[in-house]
């Protein structure tokens, strides 16, 4: 799979979200949930872009974005 450059902001993005989704669970669920987020954001499925995938409902409506 090709590999996708985050900047500093899409990192925190990405970091929150999983802190999320999955900060209470150890390394292996939370890293489930980071290749969840990824693999949609490769996906011709979902947008192209991390933020975009992120805002999807029903993430968007289940977290105040981006904290929790």
Not at 10 to 18: D, V
Not at 29 to 40: D, E, F, K, L, P
């Amino acid at each position: 799979q090709g590999g996708i450059s985050l900047s500093d902001y899409e990192m925190m993005l990405l970091a929150t979200m999983i802190y999320c989704e999955a900060g209470n669970q150890g390394w292996e669920g939370q890293t489930a949930v980071g290749y969840v987020i990824m693999n949609r954001v490769r996906s011709a499925l979902y947008p192209n872009s991390l933020e975009a995938v992120l805002r999807l409902p029903p993430v968007s409506l289940q977290y105040p974005f981006p904290e929790c």
